[in-house]
């Protein structure tokens, strides 16, 4: 199989064959996958129904999940669950719409200019450190609205990694590339736009989605400022209570919306790189 | 301007460009290229005449992909100077089109856009620029692949391209180092009469760095060999043989004559080099 079939193009060589080899492929992994949570469901069945105690750690209060799943109901049907959603999602986004443009812009500028990463980089590693929890005196007594702390809050905990990866894509860019496109007469803005930026993009998109994971992470931290509503806030609020169902349900909410709007950026990002996708 | 006639002639544009107007003399003029402590040329100098094809061979680390870096405008020269058709080199610039080893098309544009976009930085609109580089890789024999992106093609269809991307534009000079050193001895073989077929048509000047004689041999009018550093030009060497070259050409006289000449003179350079070099250790 060397010369002249090497010329030809990979994609003419996906015959149905090969397509069908690779949904079967597919199926397969995604079997396995639903095998893997609803084994975890079951473990977690299993420990809470016996109420296993171990030296090292209990589940005697663990609730189990047909409880949890009757408190997701009760919290469903009253409408609350919905206003909550609607609440955390908002400051999310928020929070997570200016850390990407933020982290992006600085990040690119960073990269491409000494002394302005001379400028900002010690402030910023210096903040890097500080956890979403020790924010929130500060951002109470910054912001005049709990509103604006909240967003402050879930926005330094997406920052850092949307930066930091832009940074480094930035900085990753094929030299070869640059100096292609210069030996065919472009000029420095032609090589930003068409060079620097869709060579970044692909971890440029990486800390996208990292940065939309920690910007979740730091929901219920965010919202222990809140009074009312927010799922973090719930969550908060249930244990405080001791309501532990509810706990668990608070939790699997963050982390089913969490991970969707994760998913949700990388969908985005092979949106915007065709040219990363495998057999298009 | 970007003449239109490249769309319905594609193989006989009028422009005063490469072909054979005299342009495209390279000079490199006592250039000394020092990386810290080490050198990667020392007061080297070369003149490579207007539309000739000159295959730069050395031992490994002599300077080759220097002197083409000097030549470029990606390197600047610690002194001396590089010069084209009598102008000092002083950046990369459209009249010197390069191929690179590996990695040298943009992945997030397809091929044709790929080939476009030398056309379009020369004032071509998109629009018009595409289209001229659909008719040349037609002419070369990848309209299949103009819709497909870098990742999709083989090695040898990417280099293909890359060098579609380089001529489109008939840069008075074209610069190759190591093109085809990543590709079987098959693909090779394929790609070098693919490039010599495309250079009959342009007829600019070619300096293509190799390791390989056969290749150099095969496909230039001169092979010029440097010595391991101090990289001085330590053979200069004519190739006469006719063109167009087929294939057995390999098998003649005058091939073999050149390539004992040359093989015997690197083996001992590279020898020098690799003495040199455990003294030093
Ligand atoms: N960026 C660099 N920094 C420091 N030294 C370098 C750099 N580039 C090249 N050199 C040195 O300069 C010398 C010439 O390098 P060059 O890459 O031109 O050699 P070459 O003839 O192309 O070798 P090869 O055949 O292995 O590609 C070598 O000794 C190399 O170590
Ligand atoms: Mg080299």
Redesign the pocket.
Known sequence: MTGAPRLRARPSAGSAEAASSSSRVSWRRWTLRALSVLTLFLLWNGVSAVRLRLPFVSFANLPAPAEVAEAFLALANTGKLQSHIAASLTRVLAGYFLAATVGVVVGVLVARGRSIEDIVMPTLELARPIPAVAWIPLAILMFPSSEASMIFITFTGALFPILLNSIDAVREVDRRLIASARSLGANETTIIREIVIPGAMPGVVTGLSIGMGTCWFCLVTAEMISGQLGIGYYTWESYTLQNYPDIVVGMLVIGVLGSASSAAVRGLGAVVMPWRRKNS | MLSTSLNSRPKADPRPAATGAGVGRVELREVT?A??R????TETSLVIRPGEFLCLL??????????L?VIGGFVAPTSGMALVDGERVCGPGPDRGVVFQHYSLFPWKTAQDNVAFGLRMRGASTAEARRLALDYLSSVGLARFARAYPSTLSGGMQQRVAIARALVTRPAVLLM??PFGALDAQTRALMQEHLLEQWRDIRNTVVF?T?DLDEALFLGDRVVV?SA?P?RVLLDLRIDLPRPRPREVHASEAFNEAKVRCRDLIRCESRRAFERAEALA
Do not use: I, Q
């Not at chain 2, 050395?58 to 002197?67: Q, R």
């Open positions: 290229v990386y810290g080490g050198a990667g040329l050395g031992p490994s680390g002599c300077g080759k992909s220097t002197a870096n180092d190591e760095v390791h440097l550093a990289g």
